[in-house]
């Protein structure tokens, strides 16, 4: 919905302008975080890890480390207190009585130089009595697993999370909607299906780091890559038993996030071990090899799905149970399992539920927020049963799709009513070009060729009172600059931004500064740069800083000419009336003010604009059966399709074409609106052909880009075509939503019933290796052993 | 497979002998402190993984013609061991006489890699992934090896011994590789198969050259090389009599794919297991001998 | 451990730098002379964001020695453009949209010149494979390959 307020000139909004950031990314003067230097007092900080997935620590000896010359500070678990997370504190910055993965943080070091870092490190003798893990999350949910946080009922936890003390299960989401179990009866199709979706990880090109200084006053500045600078400086001082005005978070350009750098994790390490050293700045940068199982990795999920149908294909019932494997420490994977459950139909009308997602701890690295926040691992499985019922009953997919996704108006699964959404036509586009219903035949005899579609929705998943804020100044020269706490991670929120700011206020797009890097001491208040809520929230935040320091130029102008606010509008920089047809640049004013029509003295002053944005009406759910007013702000929609070939030689997959639509409420920068579906298809087709972390009794197997693939510039599809749908969001900037995430969400279901329709075989979950395919074809007798 | 690695190479003392005779001799004074080093592109990661720590870093390019690349019509091509891989592929005389080693070298990592990957150092680190092996082997290269004792010949198809290990001794540096002039009419292909299309190391790699050899009962000689299928790079003996025993065609074809299956003991590894390698042995030797088979008739 | 006392041209400059012997060429750029433009993602040559030119050719810049390097002419992200404009590499990315969050970029960037250098009209997999090792989680690689293909058109445009 347009704005009243907003100007009436040309609009930046919904045209593709450059990156803000290109021209610095492009000449290397772009700043990240480990790219600030800090003189020769900076210290080089390393972390003792726990080589064992549980185990009770006995004794930890840091006397020879500390000898060590060049070692500044050793520390343990005994030098802090307290427990740090966002959602369920329920870990600790260095381990006291016991670790919970391999890689648990025990002591750490800091030092002159990197290399006596890592001598120190074995130096220091830890002894540790070996316990049994837990390293499959339904043995971890059952009374038989060995119990990992004896102390679960004592965390402090969000209201709307419910742990189960003296289980292993930290969250227990429930959906119990209609009657389940008489309407299996009235389904002339059902299906049940079993899913394994293993742990991945972000791997951004840039690894976690974080320096942090802490001054003699006690005063903490950190500089790092983050996603979440205000959720850090809340948790860390919060758990340090600092106040949060005393911890600064200087957090410069991120080399890529997807969830990997939201919240705490690493950061926290350098802090603790940095009030040790009061005035050495301390770096903790973490190796490939600790980001691969250290940092936060996808949960892994166990998902049963049982399905039915009547033989018009509607669907009549869902019986959906996920085992989250959360890992160590849940703190924040907790409200994966919860916006898991309360998505957990699809983007589909289902008037009977039964929906249970257990988060579950394990002795695996930490499950953290990705890209899709559960959502692309619940469609993995979800969206195959779907082309399954409609096989059953003997209907096309799409028609299937066609019949039940979710329309304006629809009953969402927490009983509320949907918005208005795209979902539709994002199908019919979807289907339309990958040409949905026409088998070409294969490129080579030894080929096999098929086409699969998925559907998808997300909502951001966060706290119902998530804020953001945003301010607005003007410079003498009539440049804008705009404050903002959200996060550039790749994705363009500076960009969008300050296309938003130039729209609202009245100025070009090139006018606009952003004011960077985000510095929790100047920038205004962002709860984090996640969820894909950026576009939506911090938009909504700029457009009422906009409209804010627009109102004060209008007023000054319009008590100047003896006009009426309303008469005038600003273009391109100019404050004109309509009525007198008199113009005046608003640089001419936005500092000085204007002089009095007497001409005895002045009026107005600097120009400064606030603005903060939250959602006002989302309510809490049942905890026993998921139902309420309003779960979620709002759902994000679209669809993908896939066509590949099968190799039969070697199993290889081929992908010949993909499409993404998506349902973008309004597509403010077009061509960005596209780079993110294209990125997270790639994205999504790395996720479903190579990636995995491959555990073996808790140990990552394959921690490096050695071992664990992820897509090259070498493994494209031939062709890739986005399409954008625009159904507007009543509450958006310009009716716009978010896209970041969901543009991985359908890929790996999209991709498997691909593979079915070329070989007719369906699998327990990705990687869509060619061995699996290759091994499967074999055991199909579909090639010869 | 290593979780801790060092955030930084591990501290070494950087040596830069002047001549080969000076750095045999260094190398042959620390034989448990001192390894040779061309590009590096192997030992710094393994120094980093914590599996090699030398005290000496030897820098063995740079030494006595090892940047040579010389194609005589008689005698046939020297690498010299610092030779890149980039420089191979660019090669006119390695393009048009060994071509099969060209192709090699394209499917080793990346072009930045490459520029300091080279053919030597892929040989003398004896990974039995090794892409560019064989081809060597294939196009029966000698190596020129430097030792105390002063330079010989050793020849490639003996000097594999395990993962990593070859018949060189302390104080030995390889200066270069060689290869007579193919064959007449010969026709080579490598099939690599990786879990990216490009980059990857080798699940399984097959490497294949063909030549008319009227002396033979099938009037054609194949040399069949296979890669990340055995403790060394493995040649695939039966498999190349069969074709040169029984007329070329399908059905031998198929039979020498299965015996070059047969020979290859693959491991399970996080890559791939024994048996899908085994398979893919199979598969891609059959490919590629019909690669190798419809080049030759032409 | 040895240092050794090196010469080097970096971006045409003369450098004198005093460096241990296992300090790689990434970490003297970016420690010893501050270009930070050259990331480090991974120290083991196989993503390629520490990519530079060194004597005109592309190298992970994490697996050189610095050592190595007395003598030779190192070229980095911060080297590419002139005086007056950007190279075309730089321009076409930002027009192609093959920027997002800007760490793989310099290694990108890097490899692309090195290509147009060798290759002035390459085709789409030509530019494909010759940046296999440079890992890029943001953009699909699509739009940096649209760049690469405009890149070239500039740069004939610009000879």
């Known amino acids: ?785 | 497979m290593t979780t801790h690695t060092h955030p930084t190479l591990p501290e070494f003392d950087y040596i830069q002998p002047k001549t080969l005779a000076e750095a045999s001799q260094f190398l042959a004074q620390h034989p448990d402190e001192a390894r040779p080093f061309l590009g590096g592109t192997d030992v710094f990661v393994r120094m980093r993984d914590g599996f090699l720590t030398p005290k000496f870093l030897v820098d063995v390019k740079n030494l006595d013609g090892t940047n040579d690349l010389r194609f005589d019509p008689q005698a046939g091509l020297t690498l010299g061991a610092a030779v890149n891989m980039n420089r191979v592929i660019a090669s006119p005389d390695v393009q048009e006489h060994y071509p099969l080693l060209a192709e090699a070298c394209r499917l080793v990592a990346s072009y930045q890699l490459r520029t300091r990957a080279t053919v030597v150092g892929n040989i003398c680190n004896a990974s039995p992934a090794g892409d560019t092996i064989g081809a060597c082997l294939a196009l029966d290269g000698v190596l020129h090896v430097h030792g105390t004792g002063g330079l010989r010949r050793e020849p490639l198809a003996t000097f594999f011994l395990g993962p990593g290990k070859t018949t060189l001794k302390p104080g030995d540096i390889v200066t270069a590789v060689s290869f007579p002039v193919p064959p007449k009419g010969c026709a080579g292909a490598y099939l690599k198969l990786g879990r990216n299309k490009l980059s990857d190391l080798s699940l399984v790699g097959v490497t294949v050259l063909g030549s008319p050899d009227p002396g033979l009962p099938s009037r054609f000689r194949f040399r069949i090389v296979l890669a990340s299928v055995a403790p060394v790079p493995l040649v695939a003996a039966q498999a190349e009599a069969v074709l040169a025993e029984r007329a070329v065609a399908p059905e031998s074809i198929r039979q020498a794919a299965q015996l070059a299956s047969e020979a290859s003991t693959p491991i399970d590894d996080v890559r791939a297991s024994a048996r899908y390698r085994k398979l893919m042995v199979r598969n891609l030797t059959e490919m590629a001998l019909t690669e190798v088979w419809k080049k030759l008739q032409k | 451990m040895a240092f050794h006392e090196i010469k080097l041209t970096v971006n045409g400059g003369l450098e004198q730098v005093r460096i241990p012997s296992n300090m790689t060429l990434l970490r003297m750029l970016r420690e010893s002379l501050a270009l930070t433009g050259t990331k480090n993602g991974c120290s083991a040559g196989e993503c390629g964001a520490c990519t530079v030119l060194l004597n005109g050719e592309p190298v992970n810049s994490c697996m050189v020695l610095a050592v190595e390097c007395d003598g030779a002419e190192v070229v980095t992200v911060e080297g590419l453009a002139g005086d007056q404009q950007l190279d075309p590499v730089q321009e076409a990315i930002i027009h192609s949209g093959g920027v997002q969050c800007g760490f793989c970029t310099p290694g990108v960037l890097i490899s692309s010149r090195a290509l147009l250098d060798r290759n002035p009209d390459p085709s789409e997999e030509e530019i494909s494979e010759a940046l296999v090792g440079n890992l890029c989680r943001c953009t699909g690689y699509i739009r940096i390959i649209e760049g690469v293909k405009e890149a070239a058109r500039i740069q004939t445009a610009r000879s």
């Not at chain 1, 959906?175 to 293993?198: H, L, N, Q, T």
């Not at chain 1, 491959?694 to 062709?719: C, E, H, M």
């Open chain 1, 1 to 785: 919905m347009e704005k009243t307020n907003t100007p009436k000139s040309h609009s930046p909004v919904g045209e593709s302008k450059p990156r803000i950031d290109a021209r610095e990314k492009v000449t290397g003067a772009a700043l990240y975080a480990d790219d600030i230097q800090f003189g020769n007092k900076l210290l080089h900080a390393r972390i003792k890890r726990s080589p064992y997935p549980h185990a009770r620590i006995k004794k930890v000896d840091l006397t020879r480390a500390r000898a060590l010359p060049g070692v500044k500070a050793v520390v343990s678990g005994e030098d802090f207190s307290g427990y740090i997370g966002l959602y369920l504190k329920d870990r600790q910055i260095f381990c006291r009585e016991r670790t919970r993965y391999v890689g648990d943080p025990v002591a750490g070091v800091a030092a002159i130089n990197p290399e006596i870092a890592e001598k120190a490190l074995g130096l220091i003798e830890v002894e540790y009595e070996v316990l049994e893990p837990v390293l499959n999350p339904e043995f971890g949910a059952s009374p038989q697993a060995p119990l990992l946080h004896p102390d679960l009922g004592q965390y402090v936890v969000a209201s709307f999370i419910l742990p189960r003390p003296g289980s292993n299960i930290s969250n227990h989401f429930k959906i119990r909607k209609g009657d389940v179990a008489s309407a299996w009866k009235k389904c002339a199709a059902v299906i049940e299906r079993k899913y394994r979706i293993p742990h991945i990880q972000h791997a951004p090109l840039e690894p976690h780091v974080a320096i942090a200084k802490v001054d003699e006053s006690g005063e903490v500045t950190l500089w790092d890559s983050s996603q979440s600078p205000f959720a850090q400086r809340d948790l860390i001082a919060e758990t340090l038993g600092i106040s949060q005005s005393e911890m600064r978070v200087i957090a410069p350009l991120v080399g890529g996030g997807f969830g990997g750098k939201a919240g705490v994790s690493m950061e926290s390490l350098a802090v603790a071990i940095a009030t040790k050293v009061k005035g050495y700045p301390v770096k903790l940068l973490l190796t490939r090899e600790e980001e691969f199982y250290t940092a936060f990795v996808r949960q892994g999920l166990v998902a049963t799905f049982k399905m039915g149908c009547d033989k018009n294909g509607r669907l009549l019932a869902m019986e959906n149970t996920f085992y989250w494997d959360g890992g160590a420490y849940t703190e924040y994977g907790v409200n994966i399992t919860r916006a898991a459950g309360y998505s957990c139909t699809g983007p589909y009308e289902v008037p009977n539920i039964k929906a249970d997602s257990y988060c579950v701890y394990t002795n695996h690295p930490v499950g953290g927020p990705m890209r899709g926040f559960g959502m692309p691992e619940m469609h993995a499985g979800l969206e195959q049963c779907i082309d399954e019922l409609a096989l059953q009953i003997g209907m096309d997919a799409v028609e299937f799709r066609r019949r039940n996704c979710l329309k304006g108006g629809s009953i969402l699964p927490t009983g509320g009513k949907m918005h208005p959404t795209g979902l539709s036509e994002c199908l019919e586009k979807a289907a339309e070009a990958i040409d949905w219903g026409k088998k070409a035949p294969p490129t080579a005899p030894n080929k096999r060729r098929g086409k699969g579609l998925a559907l998808m929705w997300k909502a951001p998943a966060m706290p119902g009172n998530a804020g953001s804020s945003a301010w607005i100044e003007l410079a003498e020269d009539g440049m804008l600059t705009l404050g903002v706490g959200c996060q550039d991670i790749g994705q363009g929120a500076f960009t969008v931004a300050a296309q938003m700011a130039a729209a609202a206020f009245g100025v070009p797009y090139e006018s606009v500064r952003v004011a960077t890097p985000v510095d929790t001491r100047y920038s205004p208040y962002e709860w984090q740069t996640v969820a894909s809520r950026i576009t939506w929230s911090t938009g909504n935040a700029i457009i009422n800083a906009a409209h804010d320091a627009r109102q004060q130029v209008l007023d000054l102008v319009a008590k100047a000419w003896d006009e009426t606010p309303a008469d005038l509008d600003i273009v391109n920089g100019m404050v004109v009336s309509f009525k007198s047809e008199r113009e005046i640049p608003v640089k001419d004013l936005a500092i000085k003010g204007l002089p009095k029509a007497d001409g005895k003295g002045w009026m107005g002053g600097p120009i400064i604009g606030r603005g903060n944005f939250m959602p006002a009406d989302v309510t809490g759910l049942d905890p026993e059966t998921g139902q309420g007013e309003k779960a979620v702000v709002h759902y994000t929609t679209g669809a993908q399709a896939i066509e590949l070939e099968v190799d039969l030689d070697t199993g290889r997959i081929d992908i010949l074409k993909g499409v993404a639509a998506f349902d973008v409420g309004k597509a403010i920068n077009p061509d960005m609106v596209k780079a993110q579906m294209e990125g997270g298809l790639i994205q999504g087709i790395s996720s479903a052909l190579f990636e995995c972390l491959q555990l073996k009794d808790g140990v990552v197997q394959n921690p490096s880009f050695v071992d664990y693939r992820i897509a090259t510039s070498a493994d494209l599809p031939k062709s890739v075509q986005s399409i954008i749908v625009e159904v507007p969001q009543d509450d958006g900037p310009w009716g716009a939503r978010g896209i970041g995430e969901h543009s991985m969400v359908p890929t790996i279901p999209a991709i498997a019933n691909a593979i079915y329709d070329a070989i007719g075989i369906r699998f327990e979950g990705p990687p869509f290796t060619a061995e699996k395919i290759y091994l499967a074809m074999l055991e199909a007798g579909i090639v010869k052993g």
